[in-house]
């Protein structure tokens, strides 16, 4: 049976080892059309105003009785904290992503700021040429954490075989975490509202801990870990990206000794030699698989209209379940890859919800 096995991971093995992956590139757009709003003020994080409930001493929660008093590691500068992190973390985000042309937090608040005196935000806002400001808002938070003690019990035989119970105590606590963080997009052409996305998480961490220090960890942690968690969503939503769509070369079956010598250049990484080979054998042999792979190393270089071409032409001789998949894949991969460019070519923009009077929509998130 041990052979068996044996053999049949070797296979699987000797298989994958076999099989050559290309890589057809493309930009996948953004949930939210960003083209027109490239030029984008990023305003510090809302901190949340509402109370976050917590006891100074943290209930415990087993049926044995306590015997240590222990202190929350919560802290009522917490929100604020969040709040700071998200800004950092929202602004390197968008920074790192290349996408846009950014004000910092700081410029933007003092301009949010100048608002409350009377001063047009989106009027200044679009003098340094900023299209929209985003707003970050921590919507929610909550912290639930309890101690408990699990006990381990053990005999022991004294020298006059009289029988003796000992309990020992592993102490445990569970922190549970949650927030709701949202982000605000207004366009300062309008002072409409674009969009508001918003990301919510929880997160728990348990573990054992000495009681004799008698503090729990500050809980800043696991919220810190559902922000930098948002990053992906984040970019996800506002910015296009190239992405890669991974396929894997259809073998030489039926065998053609023609073909040899592209796989043998695909497989080195010679991918140009690789499809001129595979196309000069489907333009003589009409290939299947040849047919096949020229069309996936054509769309490898970013040219899908010849590749669907291709494809096409290959349908017109066989009938075949991995050629007309891949065809509607390559389909959909020149939609969102135009989409994706005309997103950062700026051709197109997001369309506002609503309009609002100038200024008022910008107290309405910030208060």
Not at 13 to 30: A, G, K, R
Not at 108 to 131: H, P, Q, W
Not at 234 to 251: A, G, S
Request: hydrophobic share 40%; glycine share 6%; with cysteine.
């Amino acid at each position: 049976m041990r052979r068996i096995i044996f053999l049949c991971i070797l296979i699987l093995l000797l298989f994958v080892s076999c099989s050559t992956m290309v890589s057809i590139p493309y930009i996948e757009p953004s949930v939210i059309d960003m083209g027109g709003y490239r030029n984008l003020a990023v305003a510090s994080a809302v901190p949340y105003h509402g109370i976050i409930p917590y006891t100074s001493w943290v209930p415990w929660r087993d049926t044995f009785s306590p015997r240590f008093r222990i202190r929350s590691g919560f802290s009522p500068s917490i929100a604020a904290s969040v709040a700071e992190y998200a800004t950092t973390e929202l602004y390197s985000t968008l920074s790192e992503s290349g996408f846009f042309n950014l004000l910092s937090p700081a410029r933007t608040d003092a301009i949010l700021e100048r608002g409350r005196l009377g001063y047009s935000i989106s009027e200044e806002l679009k003098d340094l040429g900023y299209d929209a400001v985003l707003i970050p808002r921590i919507e929610n938070m909550n912290v639930d954490e309890y101690v408990y003690a699990e006990p381990t019990e053990e005999w022991w035989t004294d020298s006059d075989g009289k029988r003796h119970r000992h309990i020992e105590y592993e102490y445990y606590y569970k922190q549970t975490a949650t927030i709701s963080y949202s982000l605000t997009l207004v366009d300062t052409e309008t002072g409409a509202i674009v969009t508001k996305r918003t990301f919510a998480d929880s997160r728990y961490r348990e573990s054992t801990f000495d009681p004799v220090w008698g503090i729990l960890a500050d809980p800043g942690y696991l919220f810190r870990r559902m922000i930098s968690s948002f990053d992906e969503g984040i970019l996800r939503q506002f910015v296009p990206r190239t992405r890669l769509y991974d396929i894997t070369l259809m073998k030489n079956k039926p065998k053609n000794d023609d073909a040899k010598i592209a796989y043998d250049y695909a497989k080195d990484g010679n991918l140009s030699a690789a499809l001129d080979g595979f196309l000069s054998v489907w333009e003589n042999d009409r290939h299947l698989p040849s047919g096949y792979n020229a069309a996936l190393l054509t769309a490898a270089t970013g040219d899908y209209d010849k590749a669907l071409e291709l494809l096409q032409d290959v349908q017109t001789s066989y009938s075949n379940d991995d050629v007309r998949a891949f065809y509607r894949d390559l389909l959909t991969i020149r939609s969102r890859n135009a989409e994706g460019e005309g997103q950062i070519s700026g051709e197109t923009s997001a369309v506002p919800v609503a309009a609002a009077d100038d200024n008022a929509i910008y107290f309405a998130l910030l208060d």
